[in-house]
């Protein structure tokens, strides 16, 4: 399973306090906590006007880069940001996101077509969210067939299914866990990812409905998301999932993260 930390985000109220006031410590602290619980890639969002989104990335990444070897995942809703922001990571990442909306897959494809950068892709198109596999799946195709124009191979691109709310369409899960299914089938090297919090979305409780999402979809096929990889009880369930699904053998994973301590029962403290 390839975690995406999610910390680093100034959408995320106490990262936007410190973005605002540029505490530096808070951010690094951040990093390192999320290195510290085996994330495989830090998202990296600044969440603020695109006049100044390049110039808060850099100093951003800057002190990231400083105390972290993992690679960044680079989040903009703008593909111009992200192109600009491209060279200031010191090692390929993943680039977060694109979709079949406008213009974004041939702004930035043709910049990471001959690097080693993985990227997000979202099924959805100009007209929002596609409300049937049927069509995601149009969307997917189309994301497929500019992806071979550029010379992309499906082992480096990270498809969104996406997810909306459960508390308004109940067929949340069902969709994404068929649209995962038929793209895996589809393409056995590609990467399935997703975020968490939407499902949720104004429910009571919400981590418990991310947390069985988390598990499910992986059992779909998922075998990427965009989570906080310091919650042990999350982490504790990936762990736990990819072992009972085959994708660790002999359990090895699974106890060498307890001997760890990054799963299972809260260290006692001294």
């Given at each position: 399973m390839i975690l995406i930390g999610e910390k680093l985000n100034g959408s995320i109220p106490a990262m936007g306090r410190?973005?605002?006031?540029?505490?530096e410590a808070y951010i690094r602290r951040i990093a390192q906590r999320q290195e510290a619980a085996g994330a495989d890639y830090l998202d990296v969002c600044a969440?603020?006007?695109?006049?100044?989104?390049v110039e808060t990335l850099k100093w951003i990444l800057d002190l990231v880069q400083e105390v972290s070897d993992v690679p960044i995942c680079l989040d903009s809703p703008s593909p111009e940001t992200i192109v600009k922001a491209l060279p200031l990571c010191k090692k390929p990442g993943i680039v977060n996101s694109v979709s079949m909306e406008g213009n974004k897959i041939d702004i930035i494809f043709p910049v990471i077509a001959d690097t080693k950068w993985g990227c997000v892709a979202l099924l959805c198109d100009d007209k929002g969210i596609p409300n049937s596999v049927e069509r995601r799946m149009e969307a997917f195709h189309g994301i497929m067939a500019k992806a071979k124009e550029y010379g992309i191979a499906p082992s480096r691109l990270y498809i969104d299914p996406l997810v909306v709310t459960l508390s308004t369409d109940e067929t949340a899960f069902?969709?994404?866990?068929?649209?995962?299914?038929?793209?895996?089938?589809?393409?056995?090297?590609?990467?399935?990812?997703?975020g968490l919090s939407n499902i949720s979305f104004g429910l009571p409780a919400r981590k418990l409905i991310n947390q069985a999402f988390m598990v499910l979809a992986m059992a779909a096929g998922m075998d990427s998301a965009i989570v906080d990889p310091t919650n042990r009880d999350m982490l504790?369930?990936?762990?736990?999932?990819?072992?009972?699904l085959e994708q660790d053998e002999m359990c090895l994973d699974f106890i060498q993260a307890f001997r760890e301590g990054l799963i299972g029962p809260e260290p006692k403290k001294a």
């Open positions: 410190a973005i605002a006031n540029r505490d969440s603020v006007t695109e006049d100044i989104e069902s969709m994404f866990a068929e649209c995962a299914r038929q793209i895996r089938a589809e393409y056995p090297d590609i990467h399935l990812t997703s504790g369930l990936v762990y736990a999932a990819n072992a009972l």
